[in-house]
């Protein structure tokens, strides 16, 4: 299968999953993971229709920028965990970063933003199942709160909502509590019309159960495999 192929695969089963619960495909971004592959891989993505990306290491996105020249309308997502003593380098590189697990990570990127000029977009990364080897905050965790309580001073931030990597299965089915569960907390934080907060987005499915994602809320699905192929590493 071509990269092109894929992407018009994913496309089809992205929008017959919207349709299955009565929503429209427009409200579903599906993101190219292209962490590990060479800009090459990327720009094929972007010919077929790819215009977000989603990268989880910053430096090895400053070294594929270079090659990849210029892609009007392309977005860049950091997904991946971000260091507080990196987040400079990553509100230069990318135009949001969707892994904000701390107030003090959030207070990093929107001083580093604002001496850029630039408004980045974020979400505040969920630990949805409680795993201890996963990045994101408990749902219940203060520091949620914090960030959240801080948004109208963080003037350079846009937090547009949440994202999360539930347990992994073999039965995509079985990830669907979760994804229902992260829907909830957005959906109980969004009625707290909380000022400067967004939380319209819900970036959740991955390439072996974005289908269920879709069909429980996902705004955003995070596809690398099912567009790119195996990664060796990453
Ligand atoms: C790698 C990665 C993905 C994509 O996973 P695939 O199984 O390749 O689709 C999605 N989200 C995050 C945060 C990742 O690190």
Redesign the pocket.
């Known amino acids: 299968m071509t990269i092109a192929g894929n992407v018009a695969g994913i496309q089809e089963r992205i929008f017959s999953a919207a349709r299955r619960v009565g929503r429209s495909a427009d409200d579903i971004v599906l993101?190219g993971?292209s962490?590990t592959f060479p800009a090459e891989a990327v720009r094929e993505a972007y010919a077929a229709g790819i215009r977000v990306f989603?990268e989880?290491r910053v430096q090895e996105f400053a070294e594929k920028s270079a090659g990849l020249g210029h892609l009007p309308d392309a977005a860049w997502r950091l997904?991946?965990h971000l260091q507080s003593n990196k987040a400079a380098k990553a509100a230069e590189l990318f135009d949001a970063v969707?892994?904000v697990d701390s107030l003090r990570l959030a207070e990093r990127l929107n001083t580093a933003a604002a001496a850029l000029g630039k408004k980045l977009r974020v979400l505040i990364e969920i630990n949805i199942g409680g795993e201890n080897a996963k990045a994101g905050l408990d749902p219940s965790a203060p520091e949620l709160d914090k960030i959240l309580l801080a948004a109208p001073r963080l003037h350079h931030l846009e937090i547009q909502g949440l994202?999360a990597?539930p347990p992994f299965f073999e039965n995509p089915e079985d990830a669907r509590p979760y994804f229902r569960k992260l829907r909830k907390v957005r959906d109980a934080t969004r009625r707290r019309q909380l000022s400067g907060v967004d939380m319209s987005a819900l970036?959740m499915g991955?390439?072996?159960d974005?289908e269920i994602a879709v069909e429980e809320g996902s705004t955003c699905v995070?596809?690398?495999?099912?567009?790119?192929g195996e990664?060796e590493k990453?």
Not at 222 to 228: P, Q
């Open positions: 993101m993971v962490k989603g989880n997904i991946g969707d892994s994202m990597i970036s991955m390439s072996h974005f995070r596809v690398g495999k099912a567009i790119f990664r990453g």
